[in-house]
């Protein structure tokens, strides 16, 4: 259900995190939504309270303290009596409150296919869309013994499993094989203990009577549309479906408060709105937004755990999100630098330090997660540690969000069974029109100029790409909003959500340090020009601000290029932020650092200096 601006003129909206609750208030100003006032407290869904709606209650008050400061009016109220006061009367109450949930370690599935790198993967996709977190993936060539697949779904108490397998039509053997491991883990629910554990059977038509026999008695069976009815085509909708709604029944509904929260997440009409886990609500205005401007866009959400990406490609907007649950800024910041490698880090650092300083503050890093960098030094260091954490995040996504597997040509039984098959990325970053990060890394960086650097030593943007900063992690609250006003979702996440920090330009190909790369004419909006002929190899930034737009002539030299057609000249309009136009001609496919360190760390500087990045203390 859709509500306009005539029912909807004050709406609250929280995200009830793991350790803190966050609301915010968006109002009908002048003609168009905005957030106006945002208020925080501890989530309180474990002991001593153990009831997530205290803490909602607790972020809601300081709302409505803030809201009469700001209007100067002691009558508005948004709760009355312990509940929300909907329909709004007069200065009293909201016309509609939302949530988002990731209290209690969020959604945490388990997923079963029969080819893990086939009807694996799209189960993978399906549960990963939904907002859950993976914790394993079985499948029948997974190389583990039955046994150590059954030991597994036993000790990892999933909130749910999702099981796909098998075209429609075709062999039900090893569909049923996977359904007999799960009956025989007998698994039990992490929340709950008195209830069943939800399964969602989302496979083999064929097969859905043997399934039901084997596990009706054990745990809550749901069946719903295959997953993969063919080879060629991928239907993950009716399984997300699924997984929302059971994530309110079984999953919230066992968290101590949340039966009382989803009576209090309603629209103006008393109609209910379902709360969404976290990560779900930010696809979800990912989405929106894509398609609202028929762009591309590409999502990052860097925490102390975890590393989500969520990505919009191709005409038909096509979603994917992934959890990198191993790369993370404190929890995880061990795995990182496990998975990159010491050199890997140090090649962003632009000052001569000692590799055990680096391996301390990790360490001091993971005693106590919650401190921020002290010393100019340490900023450095842990900025080195996010592009890493992001490189590789991106990896993992590029490779998971990939067209289908197993389409490509005819395949015998062996191949099947193999993991080697792989589809083509559907990542494109010649075609990506947006590229957004947030996090506390990005969003709370002592200068933007900072973020936007981050951003593009991690990901390398390639041809045009505009890029923003989340300003307070406002993305799952208006993810969820979406669902009852794309209006206002799309209006606030433009106007106060997202701090647009420029445009990046960085044309594509190899060439050589110090050669012409790009010739670059500005007309600025102040009237006046900017031009130079640009040697590979450098980084140049041009103050735009927000709102404002350049009008760009680019001309490459060698064998760059600038956009997916292979243009090597645009006239093009490049749209300004707080940070300004970056104009990138250190290359991509590949992107080099020099390896000697004396020379690395005379590049780096110079980079830092173009984007203004560091004081210039570190540049000494």
Known sequence: MQYDEKRLTRIVATDCGSTTTKAILIEWIDGEYRQTVRGEAPTTV?????????????????????????????NIKFMENGEFVIPRRGDVGVDAYVSTSSAGG??????????????????????????????????????????????????????????AGGEDGGTIKHVVEMAELVSAADPKPRLGSGFKLPVIYAGNKDARDYVRECLQDKVDLIITDNIRPKLEIENLKPARDKIHELFLDHVMKQAPGYDKLMKWCQGPDHEPVPIMPTPAAVGNIMQAIAREENIEVVGVDIGGATTD?????????????????????????????ASSGLENIMRWVPLDIDEGYLRNMIKNKMIRPTTIPYLLEELVLEQAIAIEALRLAFEQHKEFASTLKGTQRQRDISEAFSQSTSGETLVNLMTLDLLVGSGGVLSHAPRRSQTMML??????????????????????????????????????????????????????????????????????????????????????????????????????????????????????????????????????????????????IATLKKWIQAFNAYPEQILK
């Open 46 to 74: 474990e002991a001593p309270l153990n009831d997530v709606t205290k803490g909602v209650i607790n972020a809601t008050q300081e709302l409505e303290e803030l809201a009469r400061l700001k209007y100067h009016n002691p």
């Open 106 to 163: 969020g959604l945490q599935m388990m997923v079963t296919g029969v080819v893990a790198s086939m009807t694996g993967e799209s189960a993978e996709r399906a549960a990963l869309g939904a907002g859950a977190i993976v914790m394993d993936l079985i499948a029948s060539n997974d190389k583990r013994m039955n046994h150590e697949k059954i030991e597994r779904i036993r000790e990892l108490r999933p909130d749910m499993i999702l099981m």
């Open 309 to 337: 990406i969520f990505s919009v490609f191709t005409e038909e907007f096509i979603f994917n999100r992934t959890v990198s649950a191993n790369l993370g800024m404190s929890y995880s910041i061990s795995n990182v630098l």
């Open 455 to 600: 951003l593009i030593n991690a990901f390398l943007p390639e041809g045009i790409t505009r890029l923003a900063v989340d300003s307070i992690f406002m993305m799952p609250h208006l993810g969820v909003l979406s669902e009852i006003s794309t209006k206002a979702a799309t209006e606030v996440f433009h106007k106060d959500c997202m701090i647009y920090l420029g445009t990046c330009v960085a044309p594509v190909g190899k060439g050589k340090v110090g050669k012409p790369a790009l010739t670059a004419k500005l007309e600025l909006p102040d009237g006046s020009t900017w031009e130079e002929q640009i040697p590979f190899g450098e980084v140049r930034l041009i103050p735009c601000g927000v709102g404002e737009v350049a009008k760009a002539n680019l001309k490459t030299h060698g064998g760059l290029i600038l956009d997916e057609n292979k243009n090597k000249e645009l006239e093009v309009e490049l749209k300004g932020g707080v940070v300004g136009i970056v104009l990138d001609t250190r290359g991509r496919q590949p992107f080099v650092l020099p390896t000697e360190k004396a020379e690395r």
